[in-house]
């Protein structure tokens, strides 16, 4: 076989060994079988003076081209396999795991959670209405007179083009506040009841420190016969005390609600000065929390319960406003920038 076949030959035969060898070893042995000292390119490169004179240049030439395009094939391989270093060594089983970010509930939900297990235990039932909600449940059902300022475009957000279906050309609203449900509740079921509805509400507000325009409520309704004012201020005293803990103190002042008579504000004993007064309290050693009544008659028989026989309380608590209580916060809009720093804390 003339020498240049000869040598393409080799050249191939090493090429396709490069290409399977699979660790250092191999290349070197491959190394060494074409390259090295007594190697088969070596060898001929070696043996050209015993060639015919004629054909001596153009193997010469090939067997160098071939030689220095091996060493380079090698050199490449080499590095690839450093690159890739064995399955096995990049399985280390003694590093420690990447623990997946989880989520958690939201600090309203939370809340929410922890009323409803409060309620549940004191035989409580879980009500629920929409948000979407028609005049005549949202105000007039709940005894809200027609010039009521609560009613006005500024304080409500109407749905344009929308009326109510049972009362012809009564707009209908987002809800202002959870105590429509009351009625809802009531028209279903005869007393006694005893009902929590945790929801959203909204009001046109413009967002501040202390506003949002959707927040939520925990709405309470209880209605049997020989409720008291007494029941209403026993029971509200123990879910206080749950919620913000044991050595808080509550306080009712008179008030005014539309749909409730009397009607009464709830205080919490501030936490942060435990009543000296502080910045939390504006100095007066108590943090409002909710409003509260015993039912009026005329939402009684909005809502078809005969008020001769039975009597009722209700109160009206708001969400986002107990977090900012319960946690200090400094502005009702974190709770809704969604920043996973802040929520993550609780
Ligand atoms: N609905 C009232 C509000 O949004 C809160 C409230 C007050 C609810 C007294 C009640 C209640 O059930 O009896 O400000």
Not at 41 to 62: F, N, Q, Y
């Amino acid at each position: 076989m003339p020498a240049v076949d000869k040598l393409n030959n080799l050249y191939r035969q090493a090429e396709k060994a490069v290409d399977k060898a699979v660790d250092k070893e191999q290349i070197e042995q491959i190394r060494v079988k074409y390259l090295g000292r007594k190697g088969e390119i070596t060898s001929i490169l070696r043996g050209l003076s015993d060639l015919d004179p004629k054909e001596r240049p153009a193997v010469g030439k090939l067997a160098n081209e071939l030689k220095n395009k091996l060493e380079a094939a090698i050199n490449d391989k080499l590095k690839s396999l450093k690159a890739k270093p064995p399955a096995i060594e990049a399985l280390d089983v003694s590093l420690p795991g990447k623990k997946p970010n989880y989520g958690k509930k939201h600090l309203v939900t939370q809340i929410i959670d922890e009323a409803i297990q409060i309620f549940l235990g004191l035989g409580y039932r879980v009500a629920e209405g929409p948000e979407v909600e028609t005049d005549f449940y949202n105000f007039t059902a709940l005894n809200t007179p027609e010039d009521h300022p609560a009613r006005s475009l500024q304080d409500t957000f109407y749905i344009r083009g929308l009326t109510d279906p049972d009362r012809e050309g009564e707009p209908v609203l987002l809800r202002t506040h959870t105590s429509p449900v009351q009625i809802r509740v009531m028209e279903k079921q005869k007393p006694p009841i005893y009902i929590l509805a945790p929801g959203k509400a909204y009001r046109r507000d413009v967002a501040d420190p202390s506003h949002v325009p959707m927040f939520h409520q925990i709405e309470g309704l209880a209605i049997d016969k020989k409720i008291t004012f007494g029941d209403l201020r026993g029971t509200l005293e123990i879910f206080v005390k749950e919620l913000f803990g044991e050595d808080r103190a509550i306080r009712m002042r008179p008030h005014y609600f539309p749909f409730t008579e009397p009607s009464a504000e709830v205080d919490v004993s501030c936490g942060l000065c435990k009543g000296s007064g502080c910045r939390l309290c504006s100095g007066t050693g108590w943090l409002e929390i909710l409003g509260c009544g015993m039912v009026d008659p005329n939402v009684l028989k909005y809502g078809g319960i005969d008020s001769d026989m039975y009597t009722g309380f209700a109160f009206g608590m708001g969400v986002e406003r107990v977090a900012v209580l319960k946690y200090g916060l400094d502005d009702i809009r974190m709770l809704y920038d969604n920043d996973q720093r802040f929520l993550e804390q609780f």
